[in-house]
């Protein structure tokens, strides 16, 4: 399983764009790269996910460059309900991959 | 999370004790996981099943098992509970591996503590 690393936590002002990024320098070619958000007292919540180049939703963007050894999250317009820490995975998507890793993640903090 | 829900919520119990974690999922899903969450060390995978009766190991097994008779159930039972195992536990279930778009959908969790 590619290994990820992320900065340890990120402290932001409410309004700005807020980016992550996750570095796994082994990523294989059949491997995925997720995110997910966590508050405190709940479990993850899956953001998005995407294999190559930008993939964008109604929460956040991922882009992920041509060499796959690095992806970046990026939050726009952040709020005080953003902060929470954000994991990033990277894992196959076939049939006896199950065992993801999900690490330590990043803590956001959104200043007012 | 609609879908899927943990019982306890949240559990004290003596060490030396046997202890079931149950997850209940009503979505018909196909993967169901168990981790383990602890300060400074993320979420770790226990177990995991890809099916009725279908289970395998995570990466931190040990003292754990599991089972799955129905779909809609897994459970996590420590035979004899340490302090170690003091923890906040999280079931998930994917409908595919979680790698296709869809995710994991996690319950609100377990908090486990073990005197």
């Known amino acids: 399983l590619a290994k990820t690393t992320q900065p340890i936590s990120i402290d932001s002002y409410e309004g700005q764009e807020v980016n992550i990024t996750c570095s796994h320098n082994n990523i294989a070619t059949n491997d995925y790269i997720t995110w997910y958000q966590q508050f405190p007292s709940q479990g993850p919540r899956f953001i998005i996910q995407?294999?190559?180049t930008k993939v964008t939703n109604e929460v956040a963007s991922l882009f992920i460059p041509a060499d796959r050894k690095s992806s970046t999250l990026s939050l726009p317009r952040v709020s005080l309900s953003d902060t929470a820490v954000y994991y990033c995975l990277v894992g196959q998507s076939n049939f006896g991959n199950e065992k993801l890793t999900f690490g330590t993640g990043t803590r956001l903090t959104i200043i007012p | 999370d609609a879908g899927i829900t943990q019982s306890p919520r949240h559990k004290v119990t003596e060490t030396g004790t046997p202890v079931t974690l149950r997850c209940h999922q009503t979505?018909?899903?196909?993967?169901m996981y168990w981790y383990r969450q602890d300060p400074g060390h993320g979420l770790r995978l226990i177990h995991y099943s890809y099916g009725v009766k279908d289970t395998d190991k995570g990466e931190v097994s040990d003292g754990y098992s599991v089972s799955r008779s129905k779909t809609e159930d897994f459970l996590l039972t420590l035979e004899s509970a340490t302090s170690s195992q003091t923890s906040v536990y999280f079931c998930?279930?994917?409908?595919?591996?979680?790698?296709?778009?869809?995710?994991?959908?996690f319950g609100s969790g377990t908090r486990l503590t073990v005197v």
């Open positions: 979505e018909n899903h196909r993967y």
């Open positions: 995407g294999y190559k």
């Open positions: 998930a279930i994917s409908e595919s591996n979680g790698l296709n778009g869809d995710g994991y959908t």
